[in-house]
């Protein structure tokens, strides 16, 4: 499998979203014997027909629903095991990115994964409902607004227009004698 992981490392298998174009072969499941070339713009898939041709399908990236995450239980009592893939509505179609024993390091690549692709970042419950835990617009995180600069830091400052600097005054003492005016 190309994109595995190291021996002894918590990934079972592993696509780095900082090296695109990244090539891959899909194990075994629903869509075994498949293998994907991805970067920024594509998905090319090429698998295997039942007649023993190769069939290959070039899919936008703007196609894809988003990286989703999954979680699963992995057999031992308190372990899972966590699953980034690239989220398609066909299910052919949906890409392993990341499968990992350690979700820490399964969030990071999670993340990286929809930047690198510019994609939302999407949440697959055990029942198999897809949900969105950040809302997006476009391709921009939407947080809340964040209060005016005038109402926040600066509120206990002096206003504005008190902050101009004061004209000059002149001295308190007064001239005395004769006051010399120059002439042409």
Known sequence: MIGGATAGSSWAYRLDPNLLPARASIGPGAAAGAAFIIDRENAIIRRMAASGRSATFAVA????AGVAVRVE?????????V????????PSLT?????ADDPDQAAADWRAWGRALNLPLLVVAQD????????TIG????ATA???????????RRPRF???RKPGRAPSERIKGREIIARN
């Open 162 to 164: 008190l902050t101009r």
């Open 83 to 90: 699953f980034v893939e690239l989220l398609h509505r066909d």
């Open 95 to 99: 890409l392993p990115l990341v499968v």
């Open 139 to 142: 391709g921009i995180a939407a």
């Open 61 to 64: 990236v703007s196609a894809y």
């Open 146 to 156: 964040k209060p005016r600069r005038r109402h926040s830091y600066f509120a206990a």
């Open 128 to 135: 198999g409902s897809v949900t969105a835990p950040l809302a």
């Open 73 to 81: 239980p992995n057999g031992e009592a308190g372990s899972v095991r």
